[in-house]
């Protein structure tokens, strides 16, 4: 038992609610649940991991181990595992960096109706426990995948219509009409946006914004276009 | 020169980049500018002191005492002041309490164009400069003031038509029509939302939503609501 390492082939749910997640979105990834002796009512996870056939065990120790934070009563151990994204709607995020952010933005892009993010490398790594955390679980409940590249995304994905979202064009979200299609919704670093190669990628888009600022961040950014994307498709 | 406490009647900004807001925004408000010896091209803060008749001055002692950060090399030392709201959109946070979300909100209110913010009490203070940072200075450019209560607020705009952003409502933001009119975007504290006194002011909103979160957190929130509010005022 040791902490989390990106190198390493399995990670941590830190608190009841993200193993919960974890237990009923992938129970054939968890490997183990420990459970402290703190922990109020622990028949409720108990029950989910009997019900799944998974392991736990009330160990104090080894909670302490995976967890610097004083009110983690419960750790679920899972193996690492890859996801094939589905032919729907996809949100595509370059080289994100900032790990909160990223666990924030899965979060939010499920709560709109979207069920599969592309990671584009370099990135953040989407199994830190720290993007579990800050998904609040949600992350077991989304297809997640990285690629190489955004060009191998592209050939995974030919008959996607693309929108990468950058300062660097004239055509507005909030005049834009989108064909019911397959669709993918491209977001560049928090620091810098996307380059300007992705102005010949499908139909850059922005968000109207007052001179007043430099730019929205990128949890707006995804935020507002996934809301207008996914409008009139309910 | 000491650290930042809320009983304070004078703040600081953190960094050159909110510092330049801040002189260029609220002149009147400053009352001394720190630069660090080790600050690259103290040029334009130095005209922009002068040009001002704001006294500056190379302390590296003062800047070390004020900032916990190693790279901070231009604090600026401002008076805290009050706003007057104007008649314009205004958005309403009732009882924020996480500072940097406030900050960030900061930016993103006024990127949507509105530039008004009314604070309900109990708050997150404003002035401090945690909330000035996560701005990126964006809080010298907005206009905010502090409320007692609701009512109090209410009373001050008797004339504004009322939002508030709740669950408790079958009312969806995406099929809303805004009428025209000085308005208020009204929302919740973070973990809690508005609670259900709120159903009886002006048109409860909801944002739509998979069923596979428990809700969208403030900063989408304020977003999306801010996004489609402004959409057709331009």
Redesign the interface.
């Known amino acids: 038992m040791k902490k989390y390492q990106k190198e390493d082939t399995t990670s941590y749910t830190l608190g009841a609610f993200p193993t919960i997640e974890l237990i009923k979105n992938k129970p054939e990834s968890v490997a183990w649940v420990y459970l402290s002796s703190k922990l109020n009512n622990p028949e409720e996870i108990i029950k989910l991991c009997e019900a799944n056939n998974l392991p736990y065990e009330v160990s104090d120790k080894n909670i302490g181990k995976l967890s610097d934070k004083e009110n983690v009563y419960v750790v679920g151990v899972f193996k690492k595992y890859e996801d094939t994204l589905t032919e729907g709607h996809h949100v595509v995020l370059v080289s994100p960096a900032n790990m909160g952010n990223v666990g ?1 933005i899965i ?2 892009v ?4 979207i069920e599969n993010l592309a990671v584009i490398k370099p990135a953040a790594d989407i199994f830190d426990p720290k993007v579990v955390r800050a998904s ?1 679980g ?1 992350l077991f ?1 989304m297809k997640i995948a990285y690629y190489e590249s955004f060009a191998d995304y592209q050939k995974a994905f030919p008959e996607h219509l693309l929108y990468p979202f950058m300062l660097q064009t004239e055509h507005y979200l ?1 005049e834009m009409k989108f064909p019911k299609k397959p669709s993918s919704l491209i977001f560049g670093p928090e620091s810098s946006g996307l380059d300007d190669s992705y102005l010949t990628v499908g139909t850059p888009i922005k ?4 001179s ?2 430099d ?3 990128l ?2 950014s995804v ?2 276009a996934c ?2 994307f996914m ?1 009139n498709k ?1």
């Open positions: 924030t979060r939010t499920l709560g709109f109706g609040m949600a409940q909030d968000i109207r914004q007052s007043k600022i730019s929205f961040n949890q707006v935020s507002v809301y207008e409008k309910k």
